[in-house]
């Protein structure tokens, strides 16, 4: 392995020990180097764009006396019990995700009248996300349903940090995300950094040997260490560093002693694809060619090794940015070991979408591709706490989750090509 992660976020505690008041604000290096592409895509995605309060006070009566009639009536009341917490929405155009401020030239109409400060607060800053962590972390990421983001998702990692006062922190945009484990557990700041420490070490444990789901999916036994503390205790348990610092060395030496070659399910991983994906991101030629391989009527495809490392690099990437920031602006209602099963979902969800369209189009799978499948899952799914509301996955217990989380991770393109299972053989469903 190379980066010490655990070893860095013990030495930030140590750190903060003689910096009270103090914080960790870290993000990964493209935060500071993203370039927007002016693509508008961000603005035609059927996501709601929030307003609050103050934004409708201050420019509807500027917005309802302007010549332009496509400035009258822009604002939609937001539904009651929406978790955003905003007052408002901006209105689409009719027929169409296109944002009502989307000029015909992909600008904004906003900013084109009124300057830039009349564009929402989430416009202004996306795809930049500013997190305060209750606990003590600051967090800045890119939201990957922005065309531009993936693309950086092939470059070395690269970790930023800063210690910033406390207040600095209470002053992002975003609100404030709680760490919630799951009920009887909570984490402290030192703890939430060395968890932190063990999720991205796991993740990039033997990583020449290793694929990134097959570490992913090593997290289950530290996460079920976790049950067993609170299985024991009737009473909230405060988790401690010394206690995390067990889990982690036993997990490390579990991890150590796992075969590099996995038995999988894949079939499972397929069928819940099939089973779960919105009509509105799959077309019927990416079910019937899943169904066509369960079926055993077609073999599975085998990647190039380039395939192998391209994927095997965007994914693992993909993944370590995930594990910083899981806290979406929904995840004050889905605690931590939902969160897992959420990030085991998207994983399964990008890559059968990445194999259908390889196959279907007969092109190898390169960085559009991913972009596509990515920004698709991440713009349609991740920010849509109704689809999560339809799997029940915000009911499902901590054991569930874990269960869950490593079927869907039976699907694994990033394998090494050698120790690929039954890559050349045919799918039988399991009835």
Not at 294 to 314: V, Y
Not at 324 to 330: A, D, I
Request: proline fraction near 6%; hydrophobic fraction near 40%.
């Amino acid at each position: 392995m190379g980066f010490d992660f655990w070893g860095f976020f013990e030495a930030a505690n140590t750190h903060l020990q003689s910096q009270p008041g103090h914080v960790l604000a870290l993000h990964f290096r493209e935060v500071d180097t993203f370039n927007c592409s002016r693509c508008a895509q961000c603005c035609t995605l059927p996501w709601s764009i929030g307003v609050t309060e103050s934004y409708v006070q201050r420019w509807n009566a500027a917005f309802t006396q302007h010549s332009d009639p496509r400035f009258h009536a822009v604002f939609e009341p937001m539904q009651l019990g929406f978790p955003s917490g905003h007052f408002a929405f901006l209105k689409k155009q009719p027929d169409s995700y296109r944002c009502v401020l989307l000029d015909e030239d992909n600008l904004c109409l906003a900013q084109k009248h009124f300057g830039v400060e009349a564009k929402p607060e989430g416009c202004q800053y996306y795809p930049h996300i500013w997190q305060k962590v209750s606990g003590g972390l600051k967090v800045s990421h890119l939201m990957q349903s922005c065309r531009s983001a993936p693309s950086y998702l092939l470059a070395e990692p690269e970790l930023v940090y800063r210690v910033i006062p406390e207040q600095e922190a209470e002053s992002v945009h975003g609100g404030v995300f709680p760490i919630t484990a799951l009920p009887g557990l909570r984490f402290s700041r030192e703890v939430l950094y060395l968890w932190l420490g063990l999720s991205l070490n796991t993740l990039f444990f033997e990583a020449e040997l290793r694929s990134p789901i097959q570490n992913l999916r090593a997290l289950n036994y530290a996460l079920g260490q976790l049950l067993e503390l609170t299985s024991r205790r009737t009473e909230t348990v405060n988790l401690r560093p010394v206690d995390l610092e067990q889990i982690y060395q036993h997990h490390s030496q579990q991890h150590a002693r796992q075969p590099h070659q996995i038995p999988l399910r894949t079939p499972f991983a397929l069928e819940w694809f099939l089973r779960n994906l919105p009509p509105s991101t799959v077309d019927q030629q990416i079910a019937d060619f899943f169904d066509s391989i369960l079926k055993g009527e077609r073999l599975w495809p085998s990647l190039t090794s380039a395939e192998h490392t391209l994927l095997n690099t965007f994914l693992r990437n993909y993944l370590a940015r995930k594990l910083l920031s899981m806290h979406q602006w929904f995840s004050q209602r889905v605690n931590l070991f939902q969160q897992i099963l959420l990030l085991a979902a998207f994983t399964t969800l990008i890559q059968a979408r990445v194999l259908a369209c390889r196959e279907l189009s007969g092109e190898e799978i390169s960085l559009e591709l991913l972009t596509t499948s990515v920004n698709l899952i991440e713009g349609r799914m991740i920010q849509s706490y109704s689809w999560i509301e339809s799997l029940e996955y915000h009911q499902l217990g901590p054991l569930a989750c874990l269960q869950e989380s490593e079927r869907l991770l039976d699907l694994d393109l990033t394998l090494p090509p050698g120790e690929r299972r039954l890559a050349s053989q045919p799918f039988m469903r399991r009835f």
